[in-house]
Structure formats: structure tokens, C-alpha cells
């Protein structure tokens, strides 16, 4: 039997599209906290554990530097989907041109603001002046990867939007085996400890930017380029790439300020708090990172939808995201919470960091799930480009659902309340995106119903 028989034609005619454009975003967005998750496995097994401390404070840093400017990705993305649904090869060719100058522009800033960047950021940060220290070799050596960060984020979204997915499948597996490579060598055989692990993250985006510039050499028409180039500065259309970018930096800004906060109180209550709470933060990246690529289809489709005037298949869409979102997620929490000692025994070698951990592990299971339903709904609104709404939700999570709960634990200097807040945090998110895409869709109702 096939799948246009046992499913309404809404479903059918996209689910092959969904699957394939979902496991090639999800594999490769696994790739990055993966990268990760092998910097922690060989810090945490040195006998010295200031090292996996350090880098987990100093790994704050670039949650604001690096994965708040994710931007560029989900703008790119929604951009582009909705410029191929229109058939439009300018618009698309432009959206990565613009994406990529303006992303070249703050890397350079980034580079040359390094130093202030640096003091400032250590500044405010809890840490013991030797975890300190280890937390800053990290950086100096990782911040040098800002070019190619942010030009692979411009890219990877350029390609999404146009559901290339064996280049965005190859740009991750080239950044992240060669990332377990140089780190092997750097940290084990060279002992360059946190700073090696710094280094080989950086030169191993710059590997995956060769694959997504081999990539863009052999499917863009060069003789559009000339043209392009000269709309390139058109005032109206970078106006709305920077309103639609803008808003989505905020929901990064919101997001990155939360995990932020909650990394640096764990680090005021302790050593050992701040490095339980980076592995399971390690797991949650690793969920809510997968389940990003579930969002990010969601992206891509509902602004293809959109720009073909097949709107009909929007919700279907997001029921089927919002299923393999949650079942992934659940999937990650109950593996973790029935099995925890065989996951943190891949990460340390020290059983206290392990057992102080295993305490606050059932948190998993409310703060992926709520993840999951936040992060879809994030992909819908950013594809049909209602990016306030997702603004408005990112502002109302991080001021009324996250920071009252972190002032309380930090007040009682309590680690589940501080887990709790986390929680808040992605379930205020949740529910407010659901109550506005909800609005939109009873308004359309009415519209419907008033034209009939």
C-alpha cells in the first residue's frame, strides 16, 4: 500500500519532502553539540578538572557570540524557502549575498573587538580565578573561527532553503569528525588541554566552510552573478532582511541569555554544580539541537508553502513536526533518566561530578518536552516571516517565566530550583508562541468564513 492511500493527500504530498529534508537537518545539527560533547568527553576524563570547568564558563562566550548570531541561519532560511516557493533564482541568489556580507562585517568586528570582548565577558562571569584562566585560553584560541562561523551559519541556511541537504550534510560531517580529530590530538596527545580544544573547533569550521564554498561554486549560475551584485545594497530589501533578522536575533539574545544565567549561577554555587550542570547540559544541547532540525524543516516548508500559495498543507505540516519533535525529545530524556550512569561515565571519569549530576537528571523530562513544542512553533512563525510574534514570546519567556525563578534559586542557593527556572523558561515560550499562532488561526477562520 503507499502512503497516498493510507494518509489524507494534504500529508502525502509532503511527508517524502519532510523526511528527507528532516533527517538530513537533524543529523546535522546533532553534529554540533556533538562537537561539543567530545571536547567535554576528553576534558573530562583529564585528571584535572578545571579544564572541563573552564571551558564550560568560557563556552558561555560563545553561546552569545556564535549561537545567537544563528540568526543568520533561520533568517537566510526563511528568506530563501520563500523566494524558491516564488521561483525567483535573483531573490534567491541575493539572499545568500546579503546574508554573507553582513555576516563577514560582524566576524570582522568580532576579531577586531576580540580583546574588550574578552575582559568584559570574563568580568561578569562567577568563576575561581584559575577556572578563570583555563575559561580564557579557550576563548583566545575559538574566537579566531568567528569568519567561518558565521558564513557557514549564512550558508547552511541558504542551502536548507533550497533543500540541498547532502552539502548541509556534508559541511556538518566534515566540521565535526575533523573537530574529534584535532581534539584527540590537541588535548590527549599534545596536552594542550582547554586551549586545544578551542583551537580545533576553530579550524575545524574553517575545513566546513570549504566544503559550503566547493559547495556554492559548482550550483550558483555565475552569470546572474554581475546583477545580483548590484541589488545587493537595495536600501527597501535590506530593510526587511534586518527587521526579519533583527527580531530573530532577539528570540537568540533571550534564549542564550537564559542558559547564560543559569551556567554562571551553577558556577557561583560551586565547582562541582557548574560541571554536574554542564553534563546534562550536553544532553540538552545535544535534544534540543536535534529537534532544531525538525524546527528548521518546519521553516523551510511552511515559507515554500507560503510562497506557493499552498497553505492548506500548513497545519497538517505542523502536526507532523510537532509528533517526531516530541517523540525525539522524550526519547533523549527517558535514555537519560533510566541509564544515566552509563552516559556520564562516557563524559568524566570523575563519579562525584557523575553522582551530583544523576540528582538533578528527572529535569530532563519537562524541559525537552516543553523544548520541543517551543522550537516547532518557532519554525512556523519564522517561515511564514511573523518574526514580532516570536520577538514578543522570546521577551515574555526570558522576563516573567525564567528570571523570578533563577533570582529565587540563587536567594536559596538551590540547584532543582534552578533547573526549574530553565523549565519555566522553555514552557513560558512554548505557550505563548501556541496561544499566538492559535489567534492567527481563528482570525483566518473568520476571514474564511466572512468571504463564504
Request: net charge neutral; aromatic share 12%; glycine share 8%.
Amino acid at each position: 500500500m503507499t502512503l497516498s492511500f493510507s494518509l489524507p493527500s494534504r500529508y502525502a504530498s509532503f511527508l517524502p519532502r519532510f523526511s528527507k529534508l528532516a533527517s538530513v537537518s537533524i543529523f546535522s545539527n546533532m553534529m554540533v553539540p556533538l562537537a561539543g560533547i567530545c571536547d567535554t568527553a576528553f576534558l573530562g576524563h583529564l585528571s584535572d578538572i578545571r579544564h572541563l570547568a573552564g571551558v564550560i564558563l568560557g563556552g558561555i562566550l560563545f553561546d552569545y557570540l556564535y549561537r545567537i548570531l544563528k540568526f543568520f541561519r533561520n533568517g537566510t532560511n526563511a528568506l530563501t524557502s520563500q523566494a524558491v516557493g516564488e521561483n525567483d533564482q535573483e531573490q534567491i541568489l541575493l539572499a545568500g549575498l546579503r546574508g554573507a556580507l553582513v555576516a563577514m562585517a560582524i566576524a570582522m568586528i568580532i576579531l577586531f573587538l576580540q580583546y574588550p570582548i574578552q575582559k568584559f565577558g570574563f568580568a561578569i562571569l562567577s568563576g575561581s580565578p584559575d577556572i578563570e584562566a583555563f575559561g580564557v585560553d579557550y576563548f583566545n584560541a575559538r574566537i579566531w573561527g568567528a569568519p567561518a562561523v558565521l558564513l557557514n551559519f549564512v550558508l547552511i541556511g541558504w542551502f536548507l532553503g533550497q533543500e540541498k541537504s547532502a552539502l548541509v550534510l556534508a559541511i556538518a560531517l566534515v566540521g565535526n569528525i575533523s573537530n574529534a580529530i584535532m581534539d584527540y590530538f590537541m588535548i590527549n596527545q599534545w596536552g594542550w588541554s582547554s586551549m586545544g580544544a578551542g583551537l580545533a573547533t576553530a579550524l575545524s569550521q574553517y575545513l566546513a566552510l570549504l566544503v559550503a564554498l566547493i559547495g556554492v561554486a559548482s550550483c550558483i549560475d555565475w552569470q546572474a552573478l554581475p546583477p545580483a551584485l548590484e541589488k545587493v545594497f537595495d536600501w527597501q530589501a535590506l530593510k526587511s532582511t534586518i527587521i526579519l533578522k533583527g527580531n530573530i536575533l532577539v528570540r537568540y539574545v533571550a534564549m542564550i541569555t537564559a542558559y547564560s544565567i543559569f551556567t554562571n549561577l551553577s558556577a557561583g554555587m560551586g565547582t562541582d554544580i557548574v560541571a554536574a550542570n554542564g553534563l546534562i547540559l550536553q544532553i540538552v544541547l545535544l535534544s534540543q539541537f536535534t529537534v532544531n532540525g525538525i524546527g528548521l524543516t518546519t521553516q523551510t516548508l511552511i515559507g515554500n508553502f507560503r510562497g506557493t500559495g499552498e497553505t492548506e498543507k500548513m497545519m497538517p505540516l505542523l502536526n507532523v513536526s510537532m509528533f517526531a519533535s516530541l517523540t525525539i525529545s522524550l526519547m533523549f530524556a527517558s535514555v537519560s533518566i533510566l541509564f544515566p550512569e552509563t552516559i556520564f561515565t562516557l563524559l568524566t571519569s570523575h563519579s562525584e561530578i557523575s553522582h551530583s549530576a544523576i540528582a538533578y537528571i528527572t529535569w530532563l523530562l519537562p524541559l525537552l518536552s516543553f523544548g520541543a513544542v517551543a522550537f516547532v512553533l518557532e519554525g512556523y512563525v519564522i517561515g511564514l516571516k511573523e518574526s514580532a510574534k516570536l520577538r514578543n514570546s522570546a521577551i515574555i519567556a526570558l522576563g516573567f517565566g525564567f528570571i523570578p525563578v533563577a533570582w529565587f534559586a540563587w536567594y536559596v542557593q538551590n540547584n532543582h530550583i534552578l533547573w526549574l527556572a530553565l523549565t519555566m523558561y522553555m514552557a513560558t515560550l512554548a505557550i505563548s508562541l501556541g496561544i499566538k499562532i492559535w489567534g492567527v488561526q481563528i482570525s483566518k477562520s473568520l476571514s474564511w468564513q466572512n468571504e463564504s
